[in-house]
Structures are given as C-alpha cells and as structure tokens.
C-alpha cells in the first residue's frame, strides 16, 4: 500500500446539506486529483491540485471546490447535496518526478445522500 | 470529447482459457490508453500503459488507432485474475486528466 488514505469511510448526508471529504498523501505527492464513482461506473475525474492551485477541472459544477494543504492533505467540498451525488469518492496522489499517469489512489469514501 | 466504451460489464471465463478484454474509445486527438485493475478489497491500481508496451501478469494490449481500440489480452487466465478491470484515456502531453470506461468485470472460474 501506498499510504494514501482518506476518511471518512462512509458518510450519509441529506439533500442540501454541504459535505467535506478528506484525503491524506505522503510526503513529496505533491499532485492530488479527485474522482466521483457512481455505482457500475468508472471513476469520474473531479479536478486535480497541485502545489495548492487547481490546475484541471472536469465536467462538475462550481459546488465541487478542492483545497490542497502544505502538509499533502487535501479536501473536496460539496455543497448543496443532490440525490445524484451518491457516490464513491477517490482521491488519488502523485510524488513530484513521477510521469504525469503515476497515480496512487486512495480506499474512497462512500457518500449517500438522502 | 473523448469517451471510452467497454461494451462487457461481465466476462466469465475457466482456469486457462484466453481473456479478451474490449475496449473501444473517441477520440480526435492523440491518445494515450491505460489499463486499470481493481481486485477485491484492493485499491484501484495502473495495469498497463500502450506506450510502455509491456506485459504485465501476463496481459499485454495493442493501440489499434485504425478500430479505435486498446483491447486487454491474456492467452491463459488464472483465477487470480479476477478482478474489475478499467480502461482509461487521457490526451497524450500535459496534465494527466483520464476518462475512464465503466469497467468489465472478469471471473475466471477453477
């Protein structure tokens, strides 16, 4: 295992409600990106952060925002929750000096709104 | 746009027989095609890239940029190989940004 972790490992939310999920890297993975998994789907690329800027974003609205910190954590923030935010959540990290597809993904955390 | 289609979300096989994984993408630009692996109670994880050509645990997979394709070959499955297989592309230079297919899952019986 890579050390990338994430919490919480499940989490219920109602409609409109607001969400952070968290995801915890080593030291030197300085590239994080997030994914949304709907069930029977493949992972969604969410937008990805490095050095603490955004520097790609997918097909998601504004109320999917990121934060990266010095400490190689970083957040996905979602606000007013929608039925259709049930999901898997993955965050995956990237050491510095790795090809740009190196990935070392997280467990997910599942999110099920209500 | 770019979408990658992986038109089997089942392939049940026996211990030895080959494995074809398909995948299919769209995409007008130059790709870059990947192979992601899920085991059970494991992390999603890289299998293979094209550009590396490679084979991994015995699978290999050819670009066909003429069918569009990057199918997932291994002549003799082993039950350790099953798994949720992913396909993915990402536009070749700059930042990596994947579209991943949604998956087949492959059971290779004893």
């Known amino acids: 295992e890579t050390g990338v972790t994430q919490s919480p490992t499940h989490l219920i939310k109602t409609r409109g409600q607001q969400v952070t999920l968290r995801c915890s890297s080593q030291s030197g993975h300085n590239t994080v990106s997030w994914y949304q998994q709907a069930l029977g789907q493949g992972p969604q690329f969410i937008f990805q952060?490095?050095?603490?800027?955004?520097?790609g974003r997918g097909n998601f609205p504004p109320r999917f925002s990121g934060l990266q910190f010095p400490n190689y954590s970083s957040e996905l923030n979602v606000n007013a929750l929608e039925l259709d935010d049930s999901a898997l959540y993955l965050c995956a990290s990237r050491p510095t000096g790795t090809p740009t597809d190196t990935q070392y993904f997280g467990p997910g955390t599942r999110l099920t709104v209500l | 746009a770019q979408r990658v289609t992986q038109p089997e979300k089942l392939l049940s096989v026996f211990k030895g027989a080959p494995v074809e994984l398909k995948c299919n993408y769209s995409?007008?630009?130059?790709?870059?095609l990947f192979w992601y692996v899920q085991y059970s109670r494991q992390r999603l994880q890289l299998l293979l890239r094209?550009?590396s050509r490679e084979s991994i645990k015995g699978f290999t997979a050819d670009l066909n940029k003429g069918e569009t394709s990057f199918h997932l070959k291994k002549p003799f499955a082993q039950e350790e190989d099953s798994a949720m297989y992913y396909c993915?592309?990402?536009?070749?230079?700059?930042?990596?940004?994947?579209?991943f297919g949604r998956g087949t899952s492959l059971i290779v019986h004893p």
């Open positions: 995409y007008s630009g130059s790709p870059e």
């Open positions: 094209h550009i």
């Open positions: 952060y490095y050095r603490e800027e955004e520097n």
């Open positions: 993915a592309l990402s536009a070749s230079g700059g930042s990596y940004i994947p579209t």
